[in-house]
């Protein structure tokens, strides 16, 4: 399994930016994944999930401004990240876990396939 993140960049406050996820390497459909933020000296944190069933979750810091979506012609995961702020600036990682079925699934520990990470910038 290999997940690819790109998209990543610096971007004032209030921009925008779209994180891609290209999956490969799996023939089962509809894992779930999730995109996960982390800052140095802090731990991993969910941003969004989305299940088998393809229902999204989101956390509160980003509700509102993140949205999830897949392309599953192309097995890639997005994450568009609008009206950006300082505290949004992190590494972005693309997760998926395939003995997962439904449910909000914030833990980091649930998911056995990671990207590398992309990083997002976000400062004036």
């Known amino acids: 399994v290999q997940l690819v993140e790109s998209g990543g960049g610096s971007v004032p406050p209030g921009g925008s930016l779209r994180l891609s996820c290209a999956a490969s390497g799996f023939t089962y459909s509809n894992p779930f994944m999730a995109w996960f933020r982390q800052t140095p000296g802090k731990e991993r944190e969910a941003v969004a999930t989305?299940?088998?069933?393809?229902?999204?979750h989101y956390s509160d810091s980003v509700k509102g401004r993140f949205a999830l979506s897949r392309d599953n012609d192309n097995n890639t995961l997005y994450l568009q990240m609008n009206n950006l702020k300082s505290e949004d600036t992190a590494m972005y990682y693309c997760?998926?876990?395939?003995?997962?079925?439904?449910?909000?699934?914030?833990?980091?520990?649930?998911?056995?396939?990671w990207g590398q990470g992309t990083q997002v910038t976000v400062s004036s």
């Open positions: 989305l299940s088998h069933w393809g229902d999204i």
């Open positions: 997760a998926a876990a395939f003995a997962l079925y439904e449910g909000k699934r914030f833990e980091a520990s649930e998911y056995n396939h």
